[in-house]
């Protein structure tokens, strides 16, 4: 069973970046597929980034194509989010997700293992 605690969030301003990062604990870190999902008040969770268990496979939602950038350090058992060029709609509180399986998916109910999230805010 795996643990994961985000940090990173943050109140900037619209076409600033941030650096989320996600630390786990307790499992294998490399036998899980990672994900990075958001949710903005009054909106389902949705998905964001995510990555497989080697980091050889980066996955995006067209939102944030181009914008961010998933990666992982497996040595380290952390997986960070890079987001340039933020805007307002990118404001959301942002969770780091893991399953233990080698397919990927963007579905959130195909995750066990949620942090608590962190909030990003975005302002125009």
């Known amino acids: 069973q795996v643990q994961l605690v985000e940090s990173g969030g943050g109140l900037v301003q619209a076409g600033d970046s941030l650096r989320l990062s996600c630390a786990a604990s307790?499992?294998?870190?490399?036998?899980?597929?990672l994900a990075w999902f958001r949710q903005a008040p009054g909106k389902e969770r949705e998905f964001a980034a995510g990555i497989s268990r080697g980091g050889e496979n980066t996955y995006y939602a067209d939102s944030v194509k181009g914008r961010f950038t998933i990666s992982r350090d497996n040595a380290k058992n952390t997986v960070y989010l890079q987001m340039n060029t933020l805007k307002p709609e990118d404001t959301a509180v942002y969770f780091c997700?893991?399953?233990?399986?080698?397919?990927?998916?963007?579905?959130?109910?195909?995750?066990?293992?949620w942090g608590q999230g962190t909030q990003v805010t975005a302002s125009s």
């Open positions: 997700a893991a399953r233990e399986s080698v397919v990927f998916t963007t579905r959130s109910s195909g995750y066990v293992y």
């Open positions: 307790g499992g294998t870190f490399g036998r899980y597929v």
